[in-house]
């Protein structure tokens, strides 16, 4: 089975600019997490989608938003980029199994904003 | 804010010796997990322990949990230079992983 693809890899993006990043998760999890690591504060939640519904939204400002299709693929979008949104940007993919369930991460996007 | 914290935050060992690190986590949780990192590349998940387990092995792997002390301990045995890696421990809750700050693990051949 194919991992999560996140797309894509790299980027480099200028302050003020908005930026979108693609994660497809993978075939058969209808649940999809994005999360945002620096090295100042660590892995951080960003919000997790379920069949085209989010569930759950961490503590970041409404410049972060994202959207699930049908076919489970997601996208987050970030407007008006400041330096501070340079990270890996993390999509994780899981099939809910009860209340248990394990998370499937893809490689990220690393975002440099200059 | 961060559900977890890691300790140590570094950890050198040499190949073959024994590498254990802590987590110790704020609220009531249904499962803790634990990651690897590879230098700045995605998460792998390792092994998931309940909150009704108290300890769990997965090869060189033993994951404790106590749930009364709020804390999680990884232990990995007969440490490998492919375990050069940085931690994680996860707590969930309602469709979210909350990670720590992680323990960064250095085997030295």
């Known amino acids: 089975k194919a991992g999560v693809t996140q797309t894509p890899r790299y980027l480099i993006k200028t302050r003020g600019q908005q930026v979108t990043l693609s994660c497809s998760p993978i075939?058969?999890?209808?649940?999809v997490s994005w999360y945002q690591q620096t090295p100042g504060q660590g892995l951080q939640f960003l919000f997790e989608?379920?069949?085209?519904?989010?569930?759950n939204k961490g503590n970041f400002p409404g410049r972060f938003s994202g959207r699930q299709f049908s076919n489970s693929r997601s996208e987050m979008n970030v407007s008006t980029l400041e330096l501070g949104d340079s990270a890996l940007y993390l999509c994780?993919?899981?099939?809910?199994?009860?209340?248990?369930?394990?998370?499937?991460f893809g490689p990220g996007t690393r975002l440099t904003v200059t | 804010s961060q559900q977890g914290e890691e300790d140590p935050q570094a950890l050198s060992i040499q190949e073959g010796e024994n590498a254990t690190m802590n987590c110790s986590y704020k609220?009531?949780?249904?499962?803790l997990q634990w990651y690897r990192q590879n230098s700045g590349r995605g998460l792998v998940h390792l092994i998931l322990?309940?909150?009704?387990?108290r300890e769990k092995h997965s090869g060189r792997l033993r994951v404790t949990l106590d749930t009364s002390k709020k804390s999680s301990s990884l232990l990995i045995t007969a440490s490998r230079a492919a375990d050069t890696a940085s931690y994680f421990c996860?707590?969930?809750?309602?469709?979210?992983?909350?990670f720590g700050a992680g323990t960064t693990v250095t085997v030295r051949a």
């Open positions: 994780a993919s899981s099939l809910v199994v009860g209340s248990n369930y394990e998370q499937y």
């Open positions: 075939s058969g999890h209808r649940s």
């Open positions: 989608y379920f069949s085209e519904t989010q569930r």
């Open positions: 609220t009531s949780i249904n499962n």
């Open positions: 322990i309940r909150s009704n387990e």
């Open positions: 996860a707590t969930d809750a309602r469709y979210k992983l909350s």
